[in-house]
Structures are given as C-alpha cells and as structure tokens.
C-alpha cells in the first residue's frame, strides 16, 4: 500500500503543527524562531522521510499497527532537530531536549494514527 502525496503532507503538517505547540509549551517565551523552526522542520522530516520511503514493504505494518516507516519517520525527526540544534545553540539546552523528546514521540504517535 502507498500513500498519495496530500495524505502524506496532511500527516507532516500534522505533525509539524503539534511540534509547534511542544516546542511553545516548552522553550522559554520570546523565542518563536526556534519554536517555528522545530515545527516547520518536524513537518518537512516527517513529509521527505514518508514521501521518499512511500512504498508497500515499508507501509505494511510488520507488528501490528506499526510499519518501518512508522518508526523511522520520528527517527529522522529526532536527527534534524538534533542537528538543528547543534548548528543554532538553544538558549535553554534542557528545554530543547524535552522539545526534541516530545516531538519525536507526537511524530510516531501521529504517524501511527494517520497513516
């Protein structure tokens, strides 16, 4: 089974707005370009993972109702932010952690759910 594009951005820029929020509940007030950058990177890790692996052997759930693509989207998520984060120090570095932890737990929560 595989996925149309809109059916795969619907599920990134799901996933993006969610991290939008986490990253608004956590990193301190005033900051909006990291708590922008954490979701509109979320959405674009989420999307390129799901539309380049977007094929029947990766999509069909081996251990039900979970597939690869499921787990490794968030995995992919966790490696941007985590670079992102290393190129743009966070001002709060433990804040940003629990960002990071946060958004890559809503990308395979909401991956699970919508695809």
Not at 85 to 106: I, N, S, W
Request: no cysteine; aromatic share 10%; charged share 10%.
């Amino acid at each position: 089974m595989i996925f149309s594009a809109v059916h795969i951005g619907l599920t990134a820029l799901t996933t993006g707005l969610f991290a939008l929020a986490a990253a608004a509940w956590r990193l301190p007030r005033g900051h909006w370009r990291h708590m922008l950058a954490v979701g509109v990177l979320t959405a674009v890790a989420v999307f390129m993972w799901r539309i380049s692996a977007n094929m029947p052997q990766l999509n069909d759930d081996g251990l039900r109702p979970f597939s690869a693509n499921d787990w490794a989207a968030p995995v992919l998520t966790y490696v941007v932010l985590s670079v992102y984060g290393d190129l743009v120090p966070p001002a709060d570095p433990a804040r940003y952690r629990q960002t990071k932890a946060l958004t890559t737990m809503l990308a395979l929560v909401i991956n699970v759910i919508t695809i």
